[in-house]
């Protein structure tokens, strides 16, 4: 029995100083990028911005508490704080003559930090996992990818589509 607690405390060690050794390397930074914006019949925008963009600490390692599991641990990079920046696209009047101007709101990450990829536990992740007999249901899709678990290109930038109502927002590299 002493020789399985200590062989359990000698793994823990080990995975504590992996983890420590990964969050060391671990780099979530803002990076510049160019927006295309568009809206329905209006003239697309291209908007100097910024992203979060790096890599953090994740692992699925052998469970040291449960026999046969593993143990699932992942951090994203997201934003942490943000700002709205407002833009505004030209767009033809019916008679193809004069433009109005179609007002679009931004929301653009002033800071960035790894921070965990789901705001749900992995306990209920596996669970799920076993319940839809490996599949992720729909639900969990549109959590997983409002909690940042499921990265797009055109993350974080969702909402703010949704409300200007925005036909696509393209990012590209500068």
Do not use: W
């Not at 697309?44 to 994740?58: I, N, T, V, Y």
């Not at 990829?117 to 992995?122: E, I, T």
């Not at 992740?125 to 959590?143: C, H, M, T, W």
């Amino acid at each position: 029995m002493a020789n399985t607690s200590n062989l359990q405390r000698a793994a823990q060690m080990c995975i504590s100083f992996l983890l420590l050794m990964t969050a060391v390397s671990s780099e979530c930074n803002r990076r510049l990028i160019i927006h295309t914006l568009s809206y329905e019949g209006c003239q697309p925008r291209r908007l100097l911005s910024r992203a979060c963009d790096g890599s953090c600490a994740s692992f699925a390692r052998p469970s040291v508490d449960i026999s046969g599991e593993l143990a699932r641990y992942c951090e994203c990079c997201k934003q942490t704080e943000t700002t709205i920046v407002e833009t505004f696209l030209r767009c033809p009047n019916s008679d193809g003559r004069s433009f109005r101007r179609k007002r679009i709101l931004v929301n653009i990450p002033t800071a960035c930090a790894c921070r965990p990829c789901s705001a749900l536990p992995a306990y209920i992740i596996a669970a799920e996992d076993v319940l839809q007999n490996g599949k992720r249901s729909p639900s969990f899709d549109f959590l997983s990818q409002m909690n940042g678990t499921v990265l797009h290109e055109d993350d974080g930038d969702d909402s703010i589509a949704e409300r200007s109502k925005l036909s696509k927002v393209v990012k590209g590299q500068l």
